[in-house]
């Protein structure tokens, strides 16, 4: 019976080695690597004149960036940091944002809100606004440069 137990505790010894050497070289290769999110790439949705002053800002600038103009192609975009949803459709704006909030977890994201009595449902499901009719298109392009200044500072 002695001789069972302490077979038994040796295999356990045994094992539990085994078992740290095996997570000692998982370590020593990087462990779980995670996808690493540039902290500059932008995901850009719409069409229009917004959209275009900020697309050559970004070129300006070399920012990383994605323009889609279609929500389905948020898909190959999951991998993007932060989103500006600046079409001119509100309910668009709306979707994109709650998808990326939802689905990919993008860290920040700003809609165009192009009515204002849709303001209330953009903040009922999270989602920060630029409110267009309140606005200058120069004051819009200004704020969203700012924006993308301090989000990828």
């Known amino acids: 019976m002695k001789g069972l137990i ?3 505790v040796l295999i356990i010894i045994l094992l539990g080695y085994l078992i740290m050497d095996k997570l000692d070289r998982f370590m020593m290769r990087g462990g779980f690597v995670e996808e ?3 902290p500059v790439q932008i995901l850009l949705f719409g069409e229009g004149r917004l959209v275009y002053q900020i697309e050559n800002y970004l070129k300006e600038k070399e920012m990383t960036y994605e323009l889609i103009t279609e929500i389905t192609a948020v898909e190959k975009c999951k ?30 994201s700003l809609a165009l809100c192009n009515d ?7 903040r009922q499901y999270g989602v ?7 606005l200058s298109f120069e004051l819009q392009v200004s704020i969203l440069k700012e924006i993308i200044k301090n989000a990828c500072a």
């Not at 309910?91 to 709650?98: D, F, H």
Request: aromatic share 8%.
């Open 128 to 134: 920060k606004v630029l409110e267009r009719q309140t």
């Open 6 to 8: 302490l077979g038994s």
């Open 79 to 108: 991998n993007c940091g932060y989103l500006l949803a600046l079409s001119e459709d509100d309910v668009e704006n709306l979707m994109i944002c709650s998808l990326a909030k939802k689905r990919w977890e993008f860290r920040k």
């Open 36 to 38: 690493k999110i540039s």
């Open 116 to 122: 204002s009595a849709n303001q209330s449902i953009f």
